[in-house]
């Protein structure tokens, strides 16, 4: 078991998104009962097939760190919680599609991971405003999560649709909307999100 | 002629109350709400109003002392501003405080209305029978009607000034012991950057124990899906037995080691909390360094020297009996005049004297109680829970304003006091003071203890390291 490769993953995102669900969904494959605050940091583990059924497939462990708290928080939080910001692989960045702010704090969340991983290639982070270069020549590849798409009346997914379309290209990253109910969510983990992590992830394996 | 004094006061008074209306529409928007967003915009319009009816009544207390507009007028506004109040924070608020709690419940949310009515009901029920064990109200001589009396302002406004006083004393109580203790540099924990390092490190070796036991527990249980898939295949006696004991070693493995996950993601919420803790110290430490800190620390040395001079007092004054019956304006000037020798005009002085105490005394604590409200706001709301609990902070902002206009009272010279008498008629207004020191007293007494316990506590929980 130790011989596989170790893939770091961060979660990140406002708090009541649904961090904690999507986490247990994807590595216990059953929907969370009864979600509760995450204090700290919550993680879980993933194994993965990589390339299943070619001669190269290979089995990873795919840890997700579910960090919890909100972009507005105190100093003291925020430096204690960049302990966990170290050798990240990939980060999959989560907003609640009803709620606009989450969407908006991303871009303070993936400075706050992506500050604390500079590189030593000299990014320049200018009064912690955003700046779409930084993503450009971002060697960590982002997954964009948003949630509750089913709380949304039939009229406005349209233009929520678009709004998030947007924001993934603004990342740079690839998008994916998914929906609270039980067995849906549950279905798409098994099919077509399998999938699309397989192609995500593709990119986290160092030779 | 009357009409035409009033709509000339009218309009000076209600472009202030659209400019108050426009400062708290503004403070919710960048300093509450800066994190989440607004969809319920009569949350923000409640809030807004009832802080610029509370500010429009403080400054009327300004007018009365600055004689500007007419008595009749000022007396009319007064009535007007208090009914307004007065069904703001007991009629709207605590309506709308209801209905967002039943909207957060999914079982109620069909009957919202309905249920928002019933809690509203059994609020109002509590809050009459809060008047019965308190000598708020003198005797009632002349009652003509039923309805006039429920409705009349003094039953209200009492209630209101109870539960508002409480609120103040409470809050005056923790403050005046939590100030010193915050801004004094005495009371700091020596942190070291390596006790920091140190406990990070060990954050994240029980991180890393977590994560390779997770591990263990999806290997096993990927194997045991897989093995479960060809034990179909085996058939027979002895492939039966072979499938009832490794199933049930292994699922007894997975529970230990599932039980010791739990634990150990236990001790790494405690571990997290505690550097939290730790950095927020080193921060404080460092920011004790500067300029700005060390005048804190010198202003802590004096506050912690008002704040045991104030128990002393409430204690005296309960002990005693006593209720002052000056004011601390009229008092002071007695003395330098009695004692000093100086000679100068008291009217005049006392006039501007008690403008600017009680106009510190009202800009202090609105941003006080501001200040107070955004940490409070921070630390315990939600996405969920925001609306609901901005509308309790609308509640308490509105009933702490309400009764420091009661306890101010004490601190205005005679004549400017009548005409707080003057409207809120025969409340007993000596029990309001009682009342205040009394719960002053216990709130600092038990924050001392709770502050002594906290700090006697952290130490010794870095001693264990």
Not at chain 1, 27 to 54: A, F, H, I, M
Not at chain 1, 168 to 186: H, K, M, T
Not at chain 2, 50 to 67: K, P, Q, V
């Amino acid at each position: 078991m130790a011989s596989l490769d170790r893939v770091k993953v961060l979660v990140l995102g406002d708090s009541g998104v649904g961090k904690s669900s999507l986490v247990h969904l994807l590595c216990q494959n059953q929907v969370l009962g009864n979600p509760s605050w995450t204090v700290g940091c919550s993680v879980d583990v993933r194994v993965q097939d990589y390339k299943e059924g070619t001669p190269e497939e290979k089995t990873f462990y795919i840890e997700l760190w579910d960090v919890g708290g909100s972009v507005g928080s105190a100093s003291s939080v925020k430096s204690t919680r960049a302990v966990f910001y170290n050798s990240v692989n990939g980060i999959i960045l989560v907003h609640d599609l009803t709620n606009k702010k989450s969407s908006q704090n991303l871009y303070r969340w993936s400075l706050e991971a992506l500050n604390k991983d500079s590189s030593p290639t000299g990014v320049i982070v200018s009064n912690g405003d955003y700046d779409r270069e930084q993503f450009a020549e971002n060697p960590v590849p982002l997954l964009l999560i948003g949630t509750k798409f089913d709380q949304i009346p039939e009229n406005k997914r349209s233009e929520v649709l678009t709004r998030t379309a947007f924001l993934s290209e603004d990342f740079n990253a690839e998008e994916i909307n998914l929906v609270s109910r039980l067995f849906l969510l549950y279905e798409l983990s098994m099919t077509g999100f399998t999938d699309r992590k397989r192609f995500n992830f593709k990119s986290l394996h160092y030779d | 002629m009357v009409c035409t004094s009033l709509s000339s006061t009218y309009l000076p008074l209600y472009s202030k109350q659209v400019l108050f209306f426009g400062f708290g529409w503004l403070f919710f928007m960048r300093q509450l709400f800066k994190d989440y967003e607004v969809r319920h915009y009569v949350v923000q319009v409640v809030f807004s109003v009832t802080f610029a009816f509370s500010c429009t009544m403080f400054e009327l207390i300004i007018f009365e002392i600055l004689g500007a507009l007419s008595s009749s007028s000022r007396y009319f506004h007064w009535k007007l501003n208090l009914y307004v109040i007065l069904l703001v924070l007991i009629f709207v608020v605590p309506f709308y405080i209801g209905y967002f709690v039943v909207s957060n419940i999914r079982l109620l949310q069909r009957q919202r209305l309905l249920f928002a009515c019933m809690v509203w009901f059994t609020f109002m029920y509590f809050f009459w029978k809060l008047g019965d064990p308190f000598p708020i109200l003198s005797p009632i001589s002349n009652i003509v009607l039923w309805k006039e009396w429920i409705l009349s302002i003094e039953q209200l406004i009492s209630r209101v000034g109870v539960i508002g006083v409480t609120l103040m004393a409470l809050l005056s109580g923790f403050g005046a012991v939590n100030c010193p203790y915050t801004y004094m540099s005495y009371f700091l924990r020596n942190v070291t950057d390596s006790d920091i390092l140190a406990l990070e490190r060990r954050l994240l070796q029980t991180m890393d124990m977590i994560v390779s036991k997770k591990k263990r527990i999806a290997m096993t249980r990927r194997q045991m899906y897989q093995r479960g898939e060809d034990q179909n295949k085996q058939t027979g006696f002895w492939g039966m037995i072979k499938s009832v004991t490794s199933t049930q070693t292994g699922s007894e493995n997975l529970s230990l080691v599932q039980q010791e996950v739990d634990a150990l993601e236990e001790l790494s919420r405690q571990l997290f909390l505690e550097t939290v803790d730790l950095q927020a110290t080193k921060e404080r430490i460092e920011y004790s360094k500067t300029f700005q800190g060390k005048y804190f620390n010198f202003l802590g040395y004096f506050f912690s020297i008002y704040c045991v001079w104030k128990i002393f007092m409430a204690t005296i004054n309960i002990v005693f009996d006593r209720v002052g019956k000056t004011d601390p304006v009229t008092r002071g000037i007695e003395i330098t005049v009695n004692y000093l020798g100086i000679q100068f005009d008291v009217k005049f002085w006392s006039q501007h004297i008690s403008f600017i105490l009680v106009g510190i005394i009202i800009v202090t604590s609105i941003r006080g109680l501001l200040i107070t409200l955004t940490k409070f706001f921070y630390a315990i709301s939600s996405s969920k829970s925001s609306n609901v609990i901005v509308l309790v902070l609308a509640q308490i902002m509105g009933m702490y304003f309400v009764s420091s206009v009661l306890l101010m009272r004490m601190s205005m010279p005679l004549e400017y006091r009548s005409i707080v008498t003057e409207v809120l008629g025969e409340l007993q207004f000596n029990f309001y003071h009682r009342w205040f020191d009394v719960i002053f007293l216990v709130s600092a007494l038990s924050s001392i203890l709770f502050l002594y316990l906290a700090h006697k506590q952290a130490p010794e929980k870095h001693m264990a390291l």
